[in-house]
Nanobody, 114 residues
Framework: QVQFVESGGGLVQPGGSLRLSCVAS????????MNWWRQAPGQERELVAG????????NYADFVKGRFTISRDNAKNTAYLQMNSLKSEDTAVYYC???????WGQGTQVTVSS
């Protein structure tokens, strides 16, 4: 079975931090570049960050640059999104996905509120 299992979401205060994890199984994780996406209620899905197959190169949307860090550990079949200095505007469901869109995680809710 092919799975991307996400975890680490939750409720945090503005300025707080969360670390999202995305554990792959059922396919060869290391051959895929990875993306994190997010979608807020009533909004279009937007690309947050991307990382190459070996993890050497990363890209970020302007709205998270300097606050979020994407990383991966191919030995653990896991992608991560470290989110710092969270803002209310970051509230959304976050999804991991292979960069080509073949596989998607189930999503994890991140809520930033006082």
């Amino acid at each position: 079975q092919v799975q991307f299992v996400e975890s680490g979401g939750g409720l945090v205060q503005p300025g707080g931090s969360l670390r999202l994890s995305c554990v792959a199984s059922g396919f060869t994780f290391s051959i895929f570049a990875m993306n994190w996406w997010r979608q807020a209620p009533g909004q279009e899905r937007e690309l947050v960050a991307g990382i190459t197959r070996g993890g050497a190169t990363t890209n970020y949307a302007d709205f998270v640059k300097g606050r979020f860090t994407i990383s991966r550990d191919n030995a653990k079949n896991t992608a991560y999104l470290q989110m710092n200095s969270l803002k209310s505007e970051d509230t959304a469901v976050y999804y991991c996905a292979t960069a080509g869109g073949r596989y998607w995680g189930q999503g994890t809710q991140v809520t930033v509120s006082s």
